[in-house]
């Protein structure tokens, strides 16, 4: 990946508009830009759109909706914002984190009403961190139903997206100014394409082993959960145009993904009142702080492997996600009628396990935090049939990237905005700060859809003020 001069001969074609990236970030730039009146072209790297949006649960945190207010949840962007700089610590720009907060009810609403997505609130069990329930999503629960709906809304927008187009450089002038891409096809024939203003929206660098290793070392060798062509672009080209790149260590990881299946099981199966034990039938820690930071303490334990125990009233709520559904189909949800049965069919010590469940037991009568810190206050027992699902910790995409202001454009190192360069979704910091502790529930689609959509009106005004 790199950053060329300008040809001298030029673009044998231009547009107003370039996206390097069709997952939900790219397609609601591309939505929103038309929307500004200007042409866009989306650049894919793959035959089908899928990106990182297809592997995620499709949930967008959003505050103050009609979605909520229909079921009495009381929400609002404050209340949002607030939860966002708990999380992270207070690592994030405010700014950044109030424009995100106070924009992410009205994006939702905007793809429901513009673009007939048919969300819902998840509103049977809590997301650890949020003070309200406010995640939207679509009737499957699933990414892949999200970006299919995103795809048909850019195809019935007339909005072409270019597949097997990786886009292999960009061609810059002096002052950072973006002026083309260079795409390369699956059979190595290179072509150029001129713009006025391009959006990043490539995703960040999970799937660059290298760059894993440099910037977050603790989960160099975790199950990586995430699109294979998250390759670290947008960071590589920003740093040839000396943009500033923010929060590098920070990454949304999962501390429940079934092995060997390779499934993602939803957090509902811990935050109901279900628990994780090692491969000794033991307990090792507070669950509940969050899926992302749990990761690396689930790969710290035997083997790197956990069990996530719960029970059937739980796996009621966790059957409204395609993928625990699909976890099912595949045996990954092992079941048995007492603890003593489940450690037999888990092969853990039978003594262990019903110590660390009868310690979570009296920890829900008492009402009380456990060892751990851990409160179950609220939370109902289980009972029979019992449940569990061998996991482990998984990487799944970085949220360390390009620096961004309040309208997504590109920040360099200095401060000032390159000219005409924006970012959304991974290519940007998000708004978890360094750790991975700091990602909030519906961290990465908050961004890339409000982030998303920000570029597109911000690099559509750009063109507007060329003309």
Request: charged share 20%.
């Amino acid at each position: 990946m790199s950053v060329k001069a300008v040809p001298a001969g030029g673009f044998a074609a231009t547009v107003p508009v370039i996206v390097v990236g069709a997952g939900a970030a790219g397609i609601c730039a591309a939505l929103s830009a038309h929307e500004n009146g200007v042409e866009v072209v989306v650049l894919e790297r793959d035959s089908v759109p899928r990106g990182s949006t297809a592997l995620s649960a499709g949930l967008i945190p959003a505050a103050g909706t009609r979605f909520q207010k229909a079921l009495g949840i009381g929400d609002s962007p404050a209340l949002f914002a607030s939860d966002i700089r708990r999380k992270a610590h207070g690592e994030v720009d405010a700014a950044i984190i109030k424009t995100v907060a106070q924009a992410a009810g009205p994006t939702v609403q905007w793809l429901a009403d513009r673009y007939g997505l048919p969300f819902s609130v998840v509103h049977d069990f809590d997301y650890p961190g949020h003070s309200a329930r406010r995640m939207h999503g679509l009737p499957s629960r699933s990414g892949v139903e999200l970006i299919d709906r995103l795809r048909q809304a850019a195809d019935e927008t007339a909005i072409p997206i270019i597949l097997n187009a990786t886009v292999s450089a960009l061609y810059a002038e002096a002052g950072s100014r973006i002026r083309g891409v260079e795409i390369t096809r699956p059979d190595g024939t290179r072509d150029s394409l001129g713009c006025e203003a391009l959006i990043l929206a490539c995703n960040g660098y999970g799937g660059a082993a290298e760059l894993v290793a440099r910037y977050i070392p603790e989960m160099r060798d975790a199950m990586y959960f995430g699109h294979p062509g998250n390759r670290g672009d947008a960071v590589q080209w920003g740093q040839a145009l000396g943009a500033k790149l923010l929060h590098m260590s920070g990454y949304q990881g999962h501390g429940s993904v079934a092995h060997p299946h390779g499934v993602l099981i939803t957090w509902a199966a811990i935050m109901e009142g279900g628990f994780q034990v090692n491969a000794n039938g033991e307990r090792f820690s507070d669950e509940s702080r969050g899926y992302s930071e749990q990761a690396a303490v689930v790969l710290a334990q035997p083997g790197g492997i956990t069990f996530d125990i719960f029970d059937e009233r739980i796996a009621v709520v966790a059957r409204q996600f395609a993928d625990f559904q699909q976890a099912e189909r595949c045996g990954a949800v092992v079941e048995a009628a007492t603890v003593g049965q489940l450690a037999e069919r888990l092969s853990l010590p039978a003594a262990a396990l019903e110590q660390s469940s009868a310690e979570v037991e009296q920890a829900k009568d008492a009402g009380t935090r456990d060892r751990f810190g851990r409160s179950f206050a609220g939370s109902l027992p289980l009972s029979a049939p019992f449940k569990a699902v061998r996991v482990t910790g998984a990487l799944f995409h970085t949220q360390g990237g390009l620096a961004v202001d309040s309208a997504a454009r590109v920040v360099s190192v200095g401060g000032d905005p390159i000219p005409n360069l924006f970012a959304a979704g991974g290519a940007a910091a998000g708004v978890s700060g360094s750790h991975a502790s700091g990602y909030l529930s519906g961290n990465g689609l908050l961004t890339a859809t409000v982030l998303g959509r920000l570029a597109g009106a911000s690099a559509a005004a750009v063109v507007k003020r060329s003309e």
